[in-house]
C-alpha cells in the first residue's frame, strides 16, 4: 500500500518537472521576441506592446498556445508563435516568467473598491 502511494507520488512529481520547460533553451528561443518586447521583457519597444517579464509561466503558454491556433485573434502574434512547438512555448514561457518584472497582481478587495 505505502509502496503504491510512493510509486504515485513520484509519478506526480516527475510529470510536473516535465511541464517545468528549459529556461534556458527558453532564453535561446525568445530572442527574437525581445526585438518588440525588449531584451528584458520589461521594456516594451512601444506601448501597444505588453509586458511580460515576470508573469504567470501558464499564462504566458496559454497566451501563445490562442496565437498559434487562433483562439485568440493577434496578426503580428499569430505570425510569431507560427513555427513554435508546444515544448518551445513551455521553454520561452518559463524563462520569460522567471525574469524580475514590473507585473504585480491588485488584491481584489482593492480592485472592488476602487470601481
Ligand atoms: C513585431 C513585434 C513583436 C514580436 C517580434 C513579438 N511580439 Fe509578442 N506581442 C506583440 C504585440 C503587439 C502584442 C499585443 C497583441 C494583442 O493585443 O493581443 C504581443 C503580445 C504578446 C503576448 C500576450 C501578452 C498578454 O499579456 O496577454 C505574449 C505572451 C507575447 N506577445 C509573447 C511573445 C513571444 C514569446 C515572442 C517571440 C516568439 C513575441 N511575443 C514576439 C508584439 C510582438
Given at each position: 500500500m505505502k509502496t503504491r502511494?510512493?510509486?504515485a507520488l513520484l509519478a506526480l512529481a516527475s510529470s510536473f518537472a516535465q511541464a517545468g520547460g528549459d529556461a534556458r533553451?527558453?532564453?535561446?528561443k525568445s530572442a527574437v521576441c525581445a526585438a518588440c518586447h525588449g531584451a528584458d521583457f520589461n521594456t516594451p519597444v512601444s506601448a501597444d506592446i505588453p509586458?511580460?517579464?515576470?508573469?504567470y509561466p501558464d499564462?504566458?503558454?496559454?497566451?501563445?498556445a490562442?496565437?498559434?491556433s487562433g483562439a485568440?485573434?493577434?496578426p503580428i502574434m499569430s505570425g510569431q508563435t507560427e513555427p513554435l512547438s508546444a515544448k518551445d512555448i513551455e521553454d520561452i514561457s518559463v524563462y520569460i516568467g522567471g525574469l524580475?518584472?514590473?507585473l504585480k497582481s491588485i488584491p481584489l478587495q482593492r480592485f472592488l473598491s476602487s470601481n
Open positions: 502511494l510512493l510509486v533553451a527558453g532564453a535561446e509586458l511580460l517579464a515576470g508573469q499564462y504566458l503558454a496559454r497566451a501563445l490562442d496565437y498559434k485568440r485573434k493577434n524580475p518584472g514590473k
